[in-house]
């Protein structure tokens, strides 16, 4: 039987979807949570008050500096595993999350998102042109009117070209989460084919190529978005 054909059976077909159905999960979660934790934190981060940036400098400083699979390892394999903690697991909140692989996982990439991503979006708060801050100025706006209503969404139109790179890099970060036993990834799909069927190369090039088709859909649906919301960086024609 051709090797290429043994990856389209129903069966190793029903494994790479399921695969593939936890890997949006990972990533769709994972982006939501670091969204929700962004917008706090960088407001936090152009804080002139050092004793309310310097801590989220620290995290940004500390995620961004190590490797997230080593991330991943100090949250699934460190502090989910744990004694005092698996003791707290099926009485306190919120340590009953750490017996379930997928928070785990969750939890080390929506730091990481979180952490570039605040990065980010302060270092666009604070390149606002100066224009714009004394226009809103003349016009009135107090200090959280003129962040809400003009510097924050500005910073975010300028932050998508960044931030798109930052959802695909993040898509394909979602295969370390086959270091974790229980998670079923698009990864973790291939290895389970390549164990069954000993093929070497085979699996994991399908992956590749899911990926490939995942990352181009998502390449796409950014630059509809940047051509919506940046249409106005774009010259004129005559």
């Not at 991503?117 to 004394?134: C, D, F, H, Y």
């Not at 100025?137 to 959280?144: I, L, P, S, V």
């Not at 070209?161 to 890099?169: C, H, L």
């Not at 950014?222 to 940046?230: A, I, K, N």
Request: glycine letters at 4%; one cysteine or more; a positive charge.
């Amino acid at each position: 039987m051709d090797k290429f054909a043994i990856i389209f059976q129903p069966q190793n077909l029903q494994l790479y979807w399921t695969g593939l159905i936890a890997t949006m999960e990972l990533l769709g979660v994972s982006l939501i949570a670091g969204a929700l934790l962004t917008l706090p934190l960088t407001l936090m981060r152009v804080s002139r008050n050092r004793w309310v940036s310097s801590p989220v400098w620290l995290f940004t400083y500390v995620v961004r500096g190590t490797p997230l699979l080593i991330q991943v390892y100090f949250i699934y394999y460190g502090i989910a595993q744990l004694e005092w903690v698996q003791g707290l697991w099926d009485t306190h909140w919120p340590f009953t999350w750490f017996k379930d692989p997928f928070f785990c996982a969750v939890l080390a990439f929506t730091l990481n998102t979180c952490a570039y991503t605040v990065e980010m979006l302060a270092g666009a708060i604070k390149e606002t042109p100066a224009g714009e801050i004394e226009a809103a100025q003349a016009a009135g706006f107090g200090k959280w009117n003129m962040m809400f209503r003009l510097i924050l969404p500005s910073a975010m139109r300028r932050t998508l070209p960044g931030y798109s790179n930052e959802v695909v890099m993040m898509l394909h970060a979602t295969s370390l989460a086959s270091v974790v036993p229980a998670l079923y990834d698009l990864t973790n799909a291939a290895y389970a084919i390549y164990k069954t069927y000993y093929l070497a190369f085979q699996p994991f090039i399908f992956v590749a190529v899911l990926y490939f088709m995942l990352t181009f859909a998502l390449v796409y649906v950014f630059r509809l978005l940047e051509r919506r919301f940046l249409a106005y960086l774009r010259p004129i024609a005559h």
